[in-house]
């Protein structure tokens, strides 16, 4: 079972539309979590860090589930410069230097 | 803003030749990791280096591959003998310590290594 599975995308959008992103983890030692961000053969950056109750950055909101295993990213008014893979990231604890466990991501992209 | 750098930003190098990717990890971070991607599919985990010393080491980490800091501000990253499937992005990232809060790991903006 791959360890951070996410929608395999891509999903193609107008600007202003509103789009959500899914994401599942397997391994229930997962402490932190994230939301990154790579546009086209760059580095990935974070967009936000994902907390247990919820956060909200602007036009992003992510959640997470830990009973379910489960995050998400909810893009509002989506814009033409919100065009990019999103990668879903979960980090270990428990003996793990705190590496990093990425999803394949998912694209998006917005259209005029 | 601290950044990330890597050298060089395109690798291209015969089948079995070594290599060295270099990266200058940002000034007060204690902990560094190398990441790799194939064209087209997830980033992968490589290493985590903490004190000198590995402190954890993916399957893929082999013997062909081998870090080292050989001063106070390159952490460099050794493939032995390339083979072809040794292309991919290589990102090197660094944090001041992973922590439980979930602090940010920065990443440099890779470097692409073409074996042919």
């Known amino acids: 079972r791959k360890e951070v599975e996410q929608d395999p995308g891509p999903f193609n959008v107008p600007e202003g539309a509103t789009v959500a992103f899914n994401c599942t983890y397997s391994?229930?030692?997962?402490?932190?979590f994230f939301w990154y961000r790579q546009d086209c053969r760059k580095e990935p950056k974070l967009l936000m860090s994902?907390?247990?109750s919820g956060n909200e950055d602007g036009r992003f909101t992510a959640q997470l589930n830990r009973a379910s295993q489960y995050i998400s990213l909810l893009i509002r008014d989506s814009k033409l410069s919100d065009s990019a893979t999103y990668l879903c990231?979960?980090?270990?604890?428990?003996?793990?230097?705190?590496?990093?466990?990425f999803g394949k991501g998912t694209k998006l992209s917005v259209k005029p | 803003e601290p950044e990330v750098t890597q050298t060089p930003s395109h690798q291209v190098t015969q089948m079995g030749q070594e290599v060295i990717l270099r990266c200058v990890p940002i000034?007060?971070?204690?902990?560094f990791y190398w990441y790799r991607q194939i064209l087209g599919q997830k980033v992968e985990f490589l290493v985590s280096?903490?004190?000198?010393?590995?402190?954890?080491k993916s399957e893929i980490f082999d013997d062909q591959f081998s870090v080292e800091r050989p001063d106070g501000s390159n952490f460099t990253l050794k493939i032995r003998s390339t083979k072809l499937e040794d292309s991919a992005m290589y990102f090197c990232?660094?944090?001041?310590?992973?922590?439980?809060?979930?602090?940010?790991?920065?990443f440099g903006p890779g470097t692409r290594l073409t074996v042919l």
């Open positions: 000034s007060n971070h204690l902990y």
């Open positions: 391994n229930s030692a997962s402490q932190s």
């Open positions: 990232a660094s944090i001041t310590t992973p922590g439980p809060i979930g602090n940010e790991q920065f």
């Open positions: 994902v907390y247990s």
């Open positions: 280096f903490y004190n000198n010393e590995i402190s954890e």
């Open positions: 990231v979960v980090r270990l604890y428990g003996g793990s230097q705190g590496n990093l466990i």
